[in-house]
């Protein structure tokens, strides 16, 4: 009798993280944006002169696949895509950074810049970690002369190697946010660039 009980006691337990495992496989579709209040000033005597030429993904992924919350064997428990393919979310957070710095130009424009996402993702196991790399590069329109080119990397960790918040328990929003401050900053990283900006001011 006493095995009995013992063993009706665990089936409940069981059948409680069957449902907590299945809950926690799930695709997850999130939205990552550009936020303009805190773009750096335009810089002294820019103008509206760059236009946004082409971003193209070189990731080795889905284009809409962002990330994961992994288990303990690196299983995706979660995963986490964009609601509009990845290079569009790229594309759109530097229209949207540009555009901020009043460096934007919709039509006749004197440069031209390209962008090539290498690496964009976010995972998670214990710790949560964001990367980014770039390839960012002006040519000049009259002359489809390249005349800048810059490397951006952006690398996000946070949290803890021992921690409750993993797995099926951790939040998709958390890994999200952190997605989101990796592209913020490596947008920032691009368009700051002392190098990007004197080739603006001296074109005008």
């Known amino acids: 009798m006493a095995v009995g009980n013992h063993r009706g006691s665990i089936r409940p337990v069981l059948a409680t993280l069957v449902v907590l495992f299945l809950s926690g496989c799930s695709t997850n579709t999130v939205q990552l944006t550009y936020d303009t209040s805190a773009a750096a000033s335009r810089p002294a005597a820019a103008t509206s002169s760059v236009e946004i030429l082409s971003v193209s993904d070189r990731r080795k992924h889905d284009p809409y696949w962002l990330g994961a919350i992994r288990g303990g064997f690196g299983n995706p428990l979660k995963t986490l895509t964009t609601d509009v393919p990845v290079s569009n979310v790229v594309e759109n957070a530097f229209t949207d950074a540009l555009k901020a710095r009043g460096l934007l130009a919709s039509t006749g424009g004197v440069y031209g810049m390209q962008v090539v996402i290498n690496q964009f993702d976010c995972n998670q196991i214990a710790r949560r970690e964001a990367h980014v790399r770039l390839q960012v590069s002006l040519v000049e329109l009259a002359s489809g002369r390249q ?17 409750f918040d993993a797995g099926i328990f951790a939040a998709v929003e958390d890994l999200r946010k952190l997605a989101n401050q990796a592209l913020q900053e490596a947008v920032d990283q691009a368009l700051d660039d002392p190098q990007f900006n004197e080739i603006l001011m001296a074109g005008t």
């Open 147 to 163: 005349i800048y080119a810059n490397d951006i990397r952006v690398d996000r960790v946070t949290g803890s190697i021992i921690t």
